[in-house]
């Protein structure tokens, strides 16, 4: 079973300041997302990277895949109060072998 | 255009009983993924199903199962509870078999066995 851990498990910013989030594994994943989720909802996907080393950037937000497809990095620049939720990555083990290994999440709030 | 509905949105039950999970797919999705998210953890995968036929399978025991009805809409069925089964049940659907391509999730229903 492949693992993914999130570091920070929580973490709380002023309004304004930069934040990263990690996602890291012992594993090789085929492609790995990102998700957020706020309470009472199921998740929502941001962001797909399929490709060892590639960055791909949603306004404020820029992902980051591992040159090995192990890890994965999430920065948001300037955070905003609209910010707040839980972060997950999740990766896929293999291309044809669906199914998806979320991590343990990183519970952000942005205090305005 | 609705999204992935579920139902009930919270479920009590109690040690030992049964419970169904219902999901309707977002229109023209026609695969079906099933997660149990415990509080304060990110979703595990139970299991998909596509063409009315379960493809993939997460280390869950034979107490769960599902079934995907010909419309795509799906059920997860639990059997003999046991308090560990508390937790946000999650469907999610996709018009592709690849979880790599957008998967959309319903709110989830919360399961608290007692």
């Known amino acids: 079973t492949q693992l993914l851990e999130q570091s920070p498990q929580f973490l709380s910013i002023q309004e304004g300041e930069n934040l990263t989030v990690y996602c890291n594994s012992s594993?090789?994943?085929?492609?790995l997302q990102w998700y957020r989720q706020e309470p009472g909802e199921g998740p929502v996907l941001l962001v797909t990277?399929?490709?060892?080393?590639e960055v791909k950037k949603l306004k404020r937000l820029t992902f980051q895949f591992g040159d090995a497809r192990k890890d994965s990095s999430l920065h948001i620049t300037a955070a905003q109060p609209g910010d707040t939720g839980l972060y997950l990555c999740a990766g896929a083990e293999n291309f044809g072998n669906e199914k998806l290994t979320f991590g343990t999440g990183t519970r952000l709030t942005i205090i305005p | 255009d609705a999204g992935v509905t579920q139902s009930p949105t919270h479920l009590i039950k109690t040690r030992g009983q049964q419970v169904t999970l219902r999901c309707s797919p977002k229109s023209g999705h026609d695969t079906v993924s099933w997660y149990q998210q415990a509080l304060g953890q990110g979703p595990q995968f139970i299991f998909q199903y596509y063409e009315e036929e379960e493809r993939q399978r997460g280390n869950f025991p034979d107490r769960f199962s599902g079934h995907q009805f010909p419309n795509y809409s799906s059920e997860l069925n639990v059997n003999a509870l046991l308090l560990g089964d508390s937790a946000l049940y999650l469907c999610?659907?996709?018009?592709?078999?690849?979880?790599?391509?957008?998967?959309?999730f319903g709110p989830g229903t919360r399961l608290t066995v007692t």
């Open positions: 990277v399929v490709t060892g080393g």
């Open positions: 594993s090789v994943f085929s492609s």
């Open positions: 999610a659907s996709s018009s592709s078999k690849w979880v790599r391509d957008e998967q959309y």
